[in-house]
């Protein structure tokens, strides 16, 4: 059974226009008291993750971007995948089922540290979604316990080491306050069934937040892209994933201790399990192999001290592991601790210093498919001990500058200092003007380190090298925070990067691969955004971003990246929230394709969500995905070899979730 559709944006514009439409015939007025929860994120808010100690957004002198709890609950978000890739700037390629693999770009750059309350997820062997991603995003199922994401676009391996070469999303999760417990029920399109629960309080010092939650879907469908592909199909038909079922499910508890007003404990445990099909493509839908399951298993435990003093410090333990099969079984472990601290030297400079250890282990990476089972590499590690310093100093009423530097020193290539310099001009209330300079580094992975695997049926090789470089090389960031009047702001930036001993796999004619140092890159890009209250009611953000990447394979000459996924994006969002309404539409799109590695050179996507407060304690939402019903992709299955395995990637076609909240 199959349905069939036009494939031109026409559609997808008259949906975003009529759905636009009924935002303005809203209710002026549902309930007497106003409201004034806009949900367009604040340049005067605090952030942690640029600095490393609270700092107003507008002065941090970096790309920053909050996204809150509001705007997530309210948001058409299925998973942390839907919302990054809603931030302008934010690239996220994936396949259109619930249990695809999910990697973050940023700056065009998959090397992204992602962090939960600033301690790292990275895992030590890479993912199973190829790439120099260290975590694959759909690993991390709960969305109920995040209290806001910062994501730093830009180098940061003066402060955080390897990995954020492309920037840091640090996700902060909430901190029980009320007495409260609250039950949410959703079902949808495909047999999507979502349960959750979450229940906070706080006691003589004490507080908690936990949530736990469920997610089931019996299949997916997407929007065929190459008819070549599937039999019998036009190009825009709807037709069913295989082996597409899903469930996923979540534990997440946060415990605070207050021991005075300076000091505090808190413990954190994710743990986080899902299971379910994972088609290869459309041409190769349904192999016997193709199940995906993923396990992760995360604490840690948190002595913060000085909180009242404008460096706060603290202590961190934390340990996270992850079970993954899909082709294999591979175990990991990584084991941690942290220290941060800092000093108030004078009214005009702050010093924050800190030390960091993580040993990351691989405890089983074992490959198995129809034809064999075989042992790849177990009971390989790597140490990593590093010691940061950090100067804000505060030269003028105008003008900050912040010095840092690094060290860390790794047990398989040695050391590695990356220094910085970020610098912030005011030059007015209104107005902040900042340059970065930032060295960055990404170490190689235990895949990349140990990978030695030979499949008989093929006749071919996969081999790691344990001497392999570290990714190095620097990123340079240039940008303006203009708050334009109390209702509208606007940010600019641009960068710049460079990268040498750049890591990829590969391989020869009979399909034997090797791990090399193979290749420099260069990026640059640009983004603009605009973020205007149109009323007490209406909101809008409208964004662009514009990357270009280039690579030098073996010093044959630079080449444009043909996969890249987002050369032009461009994002728009129309709300309207009061007492009882929140509606917003979001916009999405790309151009500037690669036709050679992409089916469409550019596409618009528009999603819906719709929450409705019906009393203080209940709630409905209905969220509407592929508005339209286009038919695109965010991964590129293309090759130089021809066009006819393009397409092979559709993302989903337009589904729907409609629930409810109750709480008490």
């Not at 706060?312 to 592991?321: T, V």
């Not at 050179?601 to 407060?613: D, F, G, H, I, R």
Request: proline content about 3%; charged content about 20%; overall charge neutral.
């Amino acid at each position: 059974m199959r349905r069939k559709r036009g494939t031109g944006t026409s559609k997808s514009w008259l949906c975003a226009m009529v759905t636009s439409a009924l935002l303005l015939q809203m209710p002026a007025a549902v309930l007497a008291e106003e409201t004034d929860n806009q949900e367009t994120f604040s340049l005067d808010a605090m952030v942690i993750t640029a600095n490393r100690v609270p700092t107003e957004a507008a002065k941090t002198a970096a790309n920053v971007t909050v996204v809150s709890q509001e705007q997530i609950e309210n948001g058409p978000y299925a998973n942390l995948g839907d919302v990054l890739r809603d931030v302008n700037g934010v690239a996220v390629t994936t396949k259109g089922f619930a249990g695809a693999g999910q990697t973050v770009y940023l700056n065009g750059d998959d090397r992204v540290l992602v962090m939960i309350d600033g301690r790292r997820l990275s895992r030590p062997q890479g993912t199973v979604n190829g790439g120099r991603a260290s975590i694959d995003l759909n690993s991390i199922v709960s969305l109920d316990n995040i209290d806001r994401i910062e994501i730093v676009k830009g180098g940061a391996s003066a402060l955080y080491g390897s990995d954020a070469v492309g920037g840091v999303i640090n996700i902060i999760t909430r901190k029980g306050t009320e007495a409260k417990t609250t039950v949410d029920f959703s079902a949808g399109s495909w047999g999507i069934r979502n349960y959750g629960l979450s229940t906070q309080g706080s006691e003589n010092g004490f507080s908690w937040y936990i949530t736990a939650n469920k997610k089931e879907q019996d299949y997916a469908e997407y929007n065929v892209l190459n008819p070549a592909l599937t039999a019998g199909s036009s190009k825009g038909d709807s037709r069913r994933w295989p082996n597409s079922r899903y469930e996923g499910e979540g534990f997440t508890m946060r415990l605070d201790k207050t021991i005075d007003d300076n000091r505090s404990l808190t413990f954190n445990f994710e743990h986080w399990n899902d299971e379910g099909g994972r088609p290869i493509s459309v041409s190769n839908p349904d192999g016997p192999f193709d199940q995906l399951t993923s396990l992760s298993n995360n604490w840690a435990l948190t002595y913060d001290f000085n909180k009242q003093k404008a460096v706060p410090g603290f202590a961190r333990l934390y340990a996270n592991y992850a079970n993954q099969g899909f082709y294999g079984t591979y175990k990991s472990r990584v084991q941690g601790f942290a220290y941060q601290t800092g000093w108030q030297l004078d009214d005009k400079q702050k010093l924050v210093a800190g030390v960091d250890w993580e040993r990351g282990e691989v405890l089983e990476n074992r490959y198995h498919d129809e034809y064999q089972e075989a042992g790849n590499y177990t009971n390989k590690s790597v140490t990593n001990a590093a010691i940061y310093l950090q100067d804000i100093f505060t030269l003028t009423d105008k003008w900050t500058m912040t010095p840092g530097i690094r060290y860390d020193h790794h047990s398989k290539f040695g050391g590695q200092t990356t220094p910085k310099v970020n610098v912030n001009y005011s030059a007015d209330s209104t107005t902040d003007i900042y340059f970065s300079y930032n060295k960055v580094f990404k170490a190689p992975t235990l895949d990349d380190l140990y990978y030695d695997l030979y499949y008989p049926f093929y006749g071919s090789t996969a081999k790691g090298d344990p001497n392999l470089k570290p990714e190095k090389g620097h990123v340079i960031s240039a940008g303006v925070n203009k708050k334009l009047n109390e209702k509208t702001s606007v940010t600019a930036n641009y960068f710049t990067s460079e990268l040498t001993n750049a890591i990829d796999w590969d391989y020869d004619d009979f399909w034997n691969s090797q791990v090399y140092n193979i290749a420099k890159q260069k990026k640059r890009g640009f983004e603009l955004d605009l973020k205007h209250k149109l009323s007490e009611r209406y909101y809008t953000e409208l964004g662009y971003s514009y990357v270009n990447i280039k690579e030098n394979r073996d010093n044959a000459g630079y080449l444009v990246d043909p996969k890249n996924s987002q050369p032009n994006g461009y994002r728009v969002k129309v709300g309207y929230t009061d007492a009882k309404w929140d509606v917003n539409v979001n916009g999405q799109s790309a151009s500037g394709l690669d036709r050679d590695y992409f089916v469409d050179s550019n596409y618009w996507v528009w999603n819906l969500a719709a929450n409705y407060k019906m009393t203080q304690d209940a709630s409905v939402y209905f969220n509407v995905y592929n508005l339209g019903d286009k038919a695109y992709e965010l991964t590129s299955s293309g090759s130089s070899s021809g066009s006819s395995i393009l397409g092979n990637y559709p993302m989903a076609s337009r589904h729907f979730v409609m629930g409810v909240k109750y709480s008490f």
